[in-house]
């Protein structure tokens, strides 16, 4: 019987011994869970926070331009700075694009056409893919059409129909505007009709949020021209 209860008190030891030796790694892995979990939340945290304070010194300057905008003597430059600044402060914010176009505001208020564009053309190479990339396309546009180069302004205008023929452009009917805009501005009155035309039939099922521009060609469809 001596023997029989050491046997089992062995087998016991050795049952607890085996359960004990498998228990440790699980509680390393359990704990190394535990941690990933409370940096990735940690992180989340982190970058909420970055966020708001990023969104809060945008809103900021966003402010100050509208107020410089109505000055007499607008200090672009120094504005500008600050813009900068910001930028690389915050070079992980997903805000980074907004400062870019605020910054080809700027320039082009500086009247500084070339610099606007070299911004807008980095702009859309870092952007793939986003939904405000069209809209960044359509301000290139018409920049170059308002270029003195010819060739700048041929880019602009091919961009511009291409823009206002994508149905997908979330934008299409801000580059049907522009581009019928353009057509009239070069006396060009049947082209320009034509696609503002194309951007009314484009909004008649439209109930919930029609087009703004809509209004603005109506009356020009209607015109008679001597």
């Known amino acids: 019987m001596a023997i029989q ?6 087998i016991l030891r050795t049952i607890s011994d085996a ?32 966020e708001r304070s990023v969104q809060y010194d945008f809103s900021a300057l966003m402010t100050e331009y509208e107020t410089m ?6 200090e672009w430059d120094k504005l500008l700075e600050k813009f900068e600044k910001n930028y690389e402060k ?9 400062y870019l176009s605020y910054k ?12 606007a564009l070299e911004v807008l053309d980095t702009m859309i190479t870092n952007i793939p893919g986003s939904p405000m990339l069209s809209m960044y396309e359509m301000e290139r546009a018409l920049i170059q059409l308002d270029s003195s180069d010819t060739a700048l302004q041929a880019t602009g205008l091919e961009s511009l129909k291409k823009l206002s023929g994508d149905t997908a452009n979330k934008f299409r ?6 581009l ?11 082209l320009a009709r034509q696609v503002w035309q194309e ?15 809509v209004s603005h060609v109506q009356d020009k469809l209607t015109l008679t021209i001597v």
Do not use: C
């Open 5 to 10: 209860r050491t046997t089992s008190s062995s």
């Open 19 to 50: 359960v004990s030796a498998q228990s440790k790694p699980l509680s390393l892995i359990f704990a190394f869970f535990v941690f990933l979990m409370t940096a990735f939340f940690a992180h989340k945290l982190w970058v909420v926070k970055r």
């Open 69 to 74: 905008s109505r000055e007499e003597n607008p």
């Open 90 to 98: 915050n070079s992980s914010s997903s805000l980074l694009p907004y």
């Open 104 to 115: 080809v505001r700027i320039l082009l208020n500086q009247n500084k056409p070339t610099e």
């Open 173 to 178: 009917d801000s580059a049907q505007y522009y």
């Open 180 to 190: 019928g805009r353009y057509y009239w501005a070069k006396n060009e009155i049947d």
């Open 199 to 213: 951007l009314v039939d484009s909004q008649r099922d439209e109930k919930m949020a029609p087009s703004p521009w």
